[in-house]
């Protein structure tokens, strides 16, 4: 979603930093990009329609030294993308970015056309702009202003604003959006997400709910929703710069996925998993009857194979929810019942609405999160950092597979707790868990066929087919695929194929089947017969080296055989290699698909 950059400073090329900063975050998917800056005591403001090359193609020849600008990439919701609905947006002596959504626009933008205001854009964002506006005629104070508008909006907003009577500040605040402050001694920014600063600093403050900022070259100020001025940490970022940057990988996403096993053997070494010390950090599950899990996308499929293996393994009823539907439907708890949130940003609005839902029922909540900070990692009971570090493509790799090995660390653990693990499984489970961060490695180095890419990049329709376990993976691997390559793809389970879908079987559709439970075979091996029976080309991924050779298989990638508790994040990758390549071969825009956004900040 929308990316915001600010800065106030020493003297220096503000479009450079502006633009930079706004590369990096490309990430959060956006359709148009801008920037305001002062120049002679002026606020000039360019923007672009489409890619951040479009906004540097009009600022090439500009070489301004400035000290204070904003800049910002925009995801469009209230009106579609074009240069006017564009941000910086400008109203009187107000120019301002925006990411969020104002709830109450119209109502407020019929207030100011009364008033006598009139609009360029279609978006909730001008409106802000109006609304300062307007209280300034009246009042001179900045802070008394913001307090006054922000308890005038409903919905959720990062702001950066600049006003024309006072360009020694650059003011900020944030309500359900994410914001930092970047500091140094004689620099300040506001940022949506670390890469975008880190250039300059890596020491940075986090808003909370409804603060106000405001920013000069030596200072930053906070205040609380009351007025009154608050210190908020400095905190650190492990962000490198290096972790910024793609090469030597033509793409984040394979930088990603090629990061996986190195990620996995960090993760098993920091919880300390298999030993004792493992369950000093981690909630005791063993007591809950029921889980829950909630979550969006990749997240909420990764829930999926927890479930799988929490049932399996820890004997706990689980279901998974999508966050979006969680919220508005009738949810049954008990004092046992214990809902695990999952998200890479820990920003999702979705996600983050139905932890407040749960928090005021009085539930036990527990969050798998990868952003430090974050507000689901900030709002839950307890947080169970992925510690996958900046995940930049927008599609998720490396973050997914760290929420699926921390759920099967969680399971492993519960089931422990609860005595259901004879020492012989336990120890086969240690082993493998020991060994896993190597053969993944091995597994990455060795790539996969690219004949299976390509038979998918020549498809229109791909199926996916798995049972249990093999079922929830495969929802992420057809994801992926769509995702990246914009082929459409569907999951189904192996044994509901021929209640109505098998009609869209036709002569050559490739039909991907993972195939890793050994109760399953079987069964499995004769959905792919009646697939094969209608036309269809049959992709085989399997830890059984044997059934490769079944005359249902076409293509067969086979996969060393582990724990099944730990066997999905040795497919997934695979299943991750396959979309990767398959959108190469169709010359996809892989790090940035079309209309996604990688933080989803808004319901
Ligand atoms: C977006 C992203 C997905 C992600 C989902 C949930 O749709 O494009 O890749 O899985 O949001 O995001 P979260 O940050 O909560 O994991």
């Not at 900045?142 to 990062?158: D, P």
Request: charged share 25%.
């Amino acid at each position: 979603m929308c990316g915001i950059i600010g800065y106030i400073g020493k003297k220096q090329n503000v479009i450079d930093l502006l633009i930079n900063g706004l590369k990096s975050l490309e990430y959060r998917g956006y359709d148009s990009a801008g920037i305001a800056y002062l120049e002679q005591n002026e606020i000039k403001v360019i923007k672009a329609q489409g890619k951040i090359s479009s906004l540097e193609e009009k600022t090439k020849n500009l070489n301004v030294l400035s000290t204070l600008g904003i800049g910002h990439t925009r995801w469009a919701t209230h009106g579609k993308p074009s240069n006017e609905n564009s941000h910086p947006h400008r109203v009187g002596r107000v120019t301002l970015i925006h990411n969020g959504i104002i709830e109450n626009y119209q109502e407020l933008k019929e207030m100011l056309i009364k008033e006598g205001y009139t609009f360029q854009s279609q978006t909730d964002t001008e409106v802000v702009a109006g609304l300062l506006d307007f209280y300034l005629k009246q009042e001179n104070d900045k802070l008394t202003i913001l307090h006054q508008v922000i308890s005038m909006l409903k919905g959720s907003f990062a702001l950066g604003i600049i006003f024309d009577d006072d360009f020694n500040h650059l003011y900020a605040v944030r309500k359900d959006s994410p914001l930092i402050l970047g500091t140094t001694s004689n620099m300040n920014f506001i940022a949506s997400d670390i890469p975008a600063i880190i250039k300059y600093t890596n020491q940075y403050i986090l808003l909370e709910n409804k603060d106000i900022a405001i920013l000069s070259e030596e200072k930053i100020q906070v205040f609380d929703e009351n007025l009154n001025p608050v210190n908020r940490e400095k905190l650190t970022s492990p962000v490198s710069i290096e972790e910024a940057k793609k090469a030597p990988y033509e793409h984040f996403m394979l930088k990603e996925i090629m990061e996986e096993a190195t990620l996995l053997e960090k993760l098993y070494s920091l919880y300390g998993f298999g030993t004792p010390s493992f369950l000093e950090k981690l909630p005791d599950l063993s007591k809950y009857e029921k889980i829950h899990i909630v979550a969006c996308g990749s997240a909420m499929y990764a829930g999926l194979v927890g479930k799988y293996m929490m049932e399996e393994y820890a004997d706990i009823e689980t279901n998974v929810y999508v966050a979006s539907e969680y919220r508005y439907q009738k949810n049954f708890y008990s004092n046992k019942t214990l809902v695990i949130f999952i998200s890479q940003s820990g920003e999702t609005a979705d996600t983050i609405a139905c932890l407040r839902l749960v928090k005021q029922l009085g539930i036990d909540t527990l969050a798998l999160v990868n952003v430090y900070g974050s507000t689901i990692a900030r709002e839950v009971d307890k947080v169970l950092y992925l510690y996958a570090g900046v995940e930049i493509a927008v599609a998720t790799t490396k973050a997914y597979l760290l929420q699926v090995a921390l759920l099967s660390m969680l399971v492993y653990h519960t089931a422990l707790a609860k005595d259901l693990l004879s020492e012989e499984e336990q120890e086969k489970i240690k082993m493998s868990i020991l060994e896993l961060p190597k053969i993944l490695d091995e597994l990455l180095k060795k790539g996969i066929t690219y004949e299976a890419s390509q038979i998918l990049s020549k498809a229109s329709d791909v199926f996916f087919l798995g049972r249990g376990i093999d079922y929830a993976t495969s929802l992420e691997g057809s994801l992926k695929l769509k995702e990246i390559s914009y082929l459409h793809s569907e999951a189904y389970q192996a044994g509901e194929l021929k209640h109505g879908t098998i009609s869209l079987i036709e002569q050559g559709m490739p039909v991907v089947t993972i195939i890793t439970d050994e109760r399953l075979i079987d069964k499995t091996l004769s959905n792919m017969k009646e697939v094969k029976s209608r036309g269809a080309y049959n992709i085989l991924i399997t830890t059984k080296d044997w059934i490769s050779s079944d005359d249902s298989v076409d293509l067969a990638i086979t996969v060393k055989e582990v724990n099944p508790l730990v066997q999905s994040l040795l497919i997934v990758p695979i299943l991750q290699l396959l979309a990767y390549h398959t959108a190469k071969i169709k010359g996809c825009d892989i790090d940035q698909p079309r209309n996604l956004a990688k933080s989803v900040t808004v319901e």
